[in-house]
T-cell receptor, first 113, second 111 residues
Framework: DTGVSQDPRHKITKRGQNVTFRCDPI?????LYWYRQTLGQGPEFLTY????????KSRLLSDRFSAERPKGSFSTLEIQRTEQGDSAMYLC???????????FGDGTRLSIL | RKEVEQDPGPFNVPEGATVAFNCTYS??????FFWYRQDCRKEPKLLMS???SGNEDGRFTAQLNRASQYISLLIRDSKLSDSATYLC????????????FGKGTRLHILP
C-alpha cells in the first residue's frame, strides 16, 4: 500500500498526558499537512511542511502542539499536557506540489478522558 | 465573510434525482479548487478538481464562477452510494500556500 499512513488509528489518554502521532506520506510527495477535524466540521489546517521545512502554522496550533519532519519523510505531531478540547480526529495529508490535490491518511482519533 | 462557505444541509434527495451544491469563497486570488467526498468517520477523498472551463466526470459536473466567487458540484442520477459529506476546498498562493476546507455539505440519498 503506497498511500498515506497514520499511526495510531485511535488514542485514548487522560487529560494532562502527552501524545505523539506519526504520519508517513506518499513517498514521492514533498508536501505534508496536518489537520484537525471535529464532528460536523471540515478539516481545520494546523501546519504544513515542504520537505523538512515547516512553512506555516495555524493560530490553532498552541504552544502545546509541535510538529516535526526531520528528514523530509515521515512527520510527527506531539500534543503536550492534553486538554478535553484536544479530542478530535487528526488527519495527515500529502501532495506533490503546493496547490495540488492532497491525499489523506485514515487519521488518528484522539479521545481525552 | 468566511473564507470558504458551504450550505451544511442535509440535502435529502430521492435516488435518481439531480442535486447541486454551491460553495462560495472570499479570496479573489484563489487559484485551485477541489471537491472532496468524506464518508462518516473516514478520511476525505478527492472527488474532482475544478477547472476554469468546468469539467465533468461521469455523473459529476464541477463549475467555477470567478466573477461571483463560487464553485458548484452537480450530481446527476444520484445513487444511494453518493450519500456522504461533500467538502469544498480552495487554495491560493500567498507568502505561504493556503488551503482552506469548507465545513461540508451533507447529502442523503433516499431509496
Amino acid at each position: 500500500d503506497t498511500g498515506v499512513s497514520q499511526d495510531p488509528r485511535h488514542k485514548i489518554t487522560k487529560r494532562g498526558q502527552n501524545v505523539t502521532f506519526r504520519c508517513d506520506p506518499i513517498s514521492e510527495h514533498n508536501r505534508l499537512y496536518w489537520y484537525r477535524q471535529t464532528l460536523g466540521q471540515g478539516p481545520e489546517f494546523l501546519t504544513y511542511f515542504q520537505n523538512e521545512a515547516q512553512l506555516e502554522k495555524s493560530r490553532l496550533l498552541s504552544d502545546r502542539f509541535s510538529a516535526e519532519r526531520p528528514k523530509g519523510s515521515f512527520s510527527t505531531l506531539e500534543i503536550q499536557r492534553t486538554e478535553q478540547g484536544d479530542s478530535a480526529m487528526y488527519l495527515c495529508a500529502s501532495s506533490d506540489q503546493g496547490l495540488q490535490p492532497q491525499h489523506f491518511g485514515d487519521g488518528t482519533r484522539l479521545s481525552i478522558l | 465573510r468566511k473564507e470558504v462557505e458551504q450550505d451544511p444541509g442535509p440535502f435529502n434527495v430521492p435516488e435518481g434525482a439531480t442535486v447541486a451544491f454551491n460553495c462560495t469563497y472570499s479570496n479573489s486570488a484563489s487559484q485551485s479548487f477541489f471537491w472532496y467526498r468524506q464518508d462518516c468517520r473516514k478520511e476525505p477523498k478527492l472527488l474532482m478538481s475544478v477547472y476554469s472551463s468546468g469539467n465533468e466526470d461521469g455523473r459529476f459536473t464541477a463549475q467555477l464562477n470567478r466573477a461571483s466567487q463560487y464553485i458548484s458540484l452537480l450530481i446527476r442520477d444520484s445513487k444511494l452510494s453518493d450519500s456522504a459529506t461533500y467538502l469544498c476546498v480552495v487554495a491560493f498562493r500567498g507568502r505561504d500556500d493556503k488551503i482552506i476546507f469548507g465545513k461540508g455539505t451533507r447529502l442523503h440519498i433516499l431509496p
